[in-house]
């Protein structure tokens, strides 16, 4: 028999042939999906110009459509609560509406209330122990600048409660 030179098998060559195409595909999708996000970034339009455009096309359309209506500004306002124990309930983020029982200037207690704000975000309680000589809490609420003259006024003249929304 002749001498025949030993046979080298390449097993893994298919196997090294497919995880190189697995790569390639890998990049090719990685890539596909880095050039869609940098063209939907370059696309985008910034607030401002997305505000601009509403505005520019609410004012072509005619009178028909409303225009847009701008955000109202929020402020913190600080406002006493008559009752400290409420107050304890309360956390930050909560929903409350705020009501003011008029005083009566006989001293005897008022049957009128009303909602001077409702569904307004709090952003600050005070800690326990914090309440003042007549019993109150002070509350840090974030309202509309308007809402927040409101509840100035109120706290002026009334007793200011809340309940949770």
Do not use: Y
Not at 22 to 49: D, F, I, K, Q
Not at 101 to 118: F, I, T
């Amino acid at each position: 028999m002749p001498d025949f030179a030993p046979l080298r098998v390449r097993g893994g060559g298919c196997r090294h042939w497919l995880r190189r195409a697995v790569r390639r595909r890998r990049r090719a999708v990685v890539v596909g999906l880095a050039v869609s996000a940098a063209a939907l970034a370059v696309a985008t339009p910034r607030p401002t110009e997305r505000a601009d455009a509403h505005t520019e096309a609410a004012q072509d359309a005619g009178p028909k459509h409303r225009r847009a209506v701008p955000r109202a500004e929020m402020v913190s306002a600080p406002v006493r609560i008559a009752d400290a124990e409420t107050v304890r309930l309360l956390r930050r983020g909560d929903r409350v509406d705020v009501i003011a029982s008029a005083n009566s200037p006989s001293g005897g207690r008022s049957s009128r209330a009303e909602v001077v704000a409702a569904g307004v975000r709090v952003t600050d309680v005070p800690k326990s122990g914090e309440t003042s000589a007549d019993g109150g809490a002070l509350v840090v609420l974030s309202v509309p600048r308007a809402t927040a003259a409101q509840l100035a006024g109120a706290g002026a003249t009334s007793r200011l409660a809340v309940t949770l929304c």
